[in-house]
């Protein structure tokens, strides 16, 4: 039951144009979001989080938006560098007890220069 | 420099044979995390734990074991009751539960 999914599992922009991944999920109950980066051979790195209480959040090139009634995130890279590359996964968790954080199957971002 | 060390990179079992994998933090993170990655898929929880000596299982538990004897290590028993270990495992940690993950760079478990 996957109740994370990313749809695009690769993504290829020009460097300097925008980037943007996509991620639904199907619990309502999920308030916490985050997007992770995986490089090939290293374990994925935190890159920004957003809670249910916001609808965007900004870190430099990265903004995170949410819209709860959809059930929808994406993450915008402006300007995309090729340092970029690599694939992104986002995670969901709800407040409470116990761990239930969800990961998306990852989009696979090629910048090209 | 703080961070997780998973050992070792790459492991090769053969089949019937119980395979451990080791997770380090020096992060004094107190919850801990296994995962397993196959191709075309998220990750996957195996274990977790939030505190020392204690450990709770995730979605795909069967066939595997872990213990928490100290903050530090969460070392994850692949079993010979797991019939298709072959996966990549990612261990991470985080300060509490549900709060951002630091993940170690992942053990390739194959089955010879």
């Known amino acids: 039951d996957q109740q994370v999914k990313q749809n695009s599992p690769s993504l290829s922009v020009q460097e300097g144009r925008i980037s943007i991944l996509n991620c639904d999920y199907t619990?309502?109950?999920?308030?916490?979001f985050l997007w992770y980066k995986k490089y090939p051979a290293e374990g994925p790195t935190f890159l920004i989080s957003?809670?249910?209480?916001?609808d965007k959040n900004e870190d430099g090139r990265f903004t995170v938006f949410l819209n709860k009634s959809a059930k929808h995130l994406s993450l915008h890279i402006v300007p995309s560098q090729p340092g970029d590359s690599a694939v992104y996964f986002c995670?969901?968790?709800?407040?409470?007890?116990?761990?239930?954080?969800?990961f998306g199957a990852g989009t696979r971002l090629t910048v090209k220069p | 420099d703080g961070g997780i060390t998973q050992s070792p990179k790459y492991l090769f079992r053969k089949e019937g044979q119980n395979v451990t994998l080791s997770c380090e933090q020096n992060?004094?993170?107190?919850?801990m995390y296994w995962y397993r990655q196959d191709p075309g898929q998220g990750l996957r929880l195996i274990y977790y734990s939030q505190i020392v000596n204690d450990f709770q299982k995730g979605d795909i538990a069967e066939g595997y074991s872990v213990s928490r004897e100290k903050k530090e290590s969460f070392p994850l028993t692949v079993t010979s009751a797991q019939k298709n270990p072959t996966a990549f495992y990612l261990c991470a940690s985080s300060q509490r539960i549900n709060q951002p993950q630091h993940f170690g760079d992942g053990t390739r478990l194959s089955i010879l």
């Open positions: 619990n309502s109950m999920f308030d916490y």
């Open positions: 957003i809670s249910s209480i916001k």
């Open positions: 992060l004094n993170h107190d919850a």
């Open positions: 995670a969901a968790s709800a407040e409470g007890i116990g761990n239930d954080m969800r």
